[in-house]
């Protein structure tokens, strides 16, 4: 078997989601609650434009998901706690001496470092849950990672970050040769583009301690998005920089020195909680699309919808407000996962 990461601009089956439910995820108070069930509904709305979702559902909140979302997703009903699916659940790969077969990698899940505020020993079960409702084959691993902490070109390039992978609460006697040679044999890399952090406002104690994909992607081979925060009175502002200086030094699988095109950060520095890391790297690629983050300012959007555009021929930029999403430690990119078409083995049911 080899195993391989399409990249996310391949064609896609559907797209996977988890439907929240109350927790300290989502807040407290009805208006807190109410906001995150809405946030996660218009994503779903969004990318159904575009391609099929597939929304797993706890049974607590099968007639509120049913109400939200309509007839036009499909739901899946199953133990939920986090709704993360980028990282909770399975890692859609393909074998392409097998044409047909689709692989679901199943990272052991420990909640981003087992902190005590979170909840995740049921959503960790979801990977096999999806594996087993489209007749992929299970990767087993016993790395712990999320998929928010990779990011892959298809052809052998990933983007981990240093802080993700070697961090002690999640794979203590890791080191980076371990890291590579279990992310070659269950995604298909031959070349790990280390980043040593991630943004600042993901250090704080419901953060993910540098997920890439806030950071960095490759919206084709050879090619980085990277988030440029302009404000010198943002930390973020160093981080980013020290990051492109980086990033323009390092080359791809192929040997080819990345271009880098800056996606600027929206003029936002803080909320009531500090400085923001809202970024506009957490867009995901659907077919013929991009659901791009939105931050309430109009300009900025816009902006960034053209530089995605731009980044991605041929796919239309739509952006919903990602806000309520941050304000709960993540993104549009970190709540969705794709799979790939592979003909009758991503058919699902």
């Avoid at 996977?16 to 996660?40: K, S, V």
């Avoid at 939920?80 to 980028?86: H, I, K, L, P, S």
């Avoid at 993700?164 to 890399?189: K, M, S, W």
Wanted: net charge negative; charged share 25%; proline share 6%.
């Amino acid at each position: 078997m080899a195993w391989r990461m399409p990249a996310e601009t391949a064609p896609h089956e559907r797209t996977w989601m988890a439907f929240p439910r109350e927790g300290t995820t989502l807040g407290e108070g009805a208006a807190e609650r109410e906001e995150g069930y809405e946030a996660w509904t218009a994503v779903a709305h969004a990318v159904a434009e575009f391609e099929p979702v597939t929304m797993v559902v706890d049974p607590a909140e099968r007639a509120r998901a049913r109400r939200m979302l309509g007839d036009g997703i499909e739901q899946v009903e199953a133990p939920v706690d986090e709704f993360w699916m980028r990282d909770h659940g399975a890692t859609f790969v393909v074998d392409d001496e097998r044409p047909g077969v689709l692989g679901a990698v199943d990272w052991v899940f420990n909640g981003w470092g087992a902190p005590a505020w979170s909840e995740w020993r049921q959503s960790a079960e979801h990977a096999r849950l999806m594996a087993g409702l489209v007749g992929a084959e299970l990767v087993s691993s016993l790395l712990v990672n999320e998929g928010g902490g990779i990011h892959v070109d298809g052809e052998g390039t990933v983007l981990v970050t240093e802080t993700v992978q070697l961090d002690p609460r999640r794979n203590p006697y890791a080191d980076r040769a371990r890291v590579e040679a279990e992310l070659a044999r269950t995604i298909g890399a031959t070349k790990a583009v280390w980043l040593p952090r991630g943004l600042t406002r993901d250090y704080d104690d419901f953060g993910t301690n540098g997920h890439v994909d806030i950071v960095a992607t490759i919206p084709s081979p050879g090619v980085l998005l990277l988030h440029d925060q302009r404000d010198p009175s943002h930390p973020d502002f160093e981080v980013s920089r020290e990051l492109r200086a980086l990033l323009s030094e390092q080359t791809d699988a192929a040997g080819r020195r990345f271009e880098i095109l800056d996606l600027p950060a929206p003029a936002t520095l803080r909320d009531d909680e500090g400085v923001v890391d809202y970024s506009y790297v957490n867009h995901l690629v659907v077919n013929g699309g991009i659901i791009a983050c939105g931050f309430g300012e109009p300009e900025a959007d816009a902006r960034a919808r053209d530089i995605l555009e731009a980044a991605y021929p041929g796919r239309r930029a739509v952006t919903v407000d990602a806000r309520p999403l941050f304000a709960r430690g993540g993104g549009i990119h970190c709540i969705t996962q794709q799979q790939p078409a592979v003909g009758a083995a991503g058919a699902g049911r």
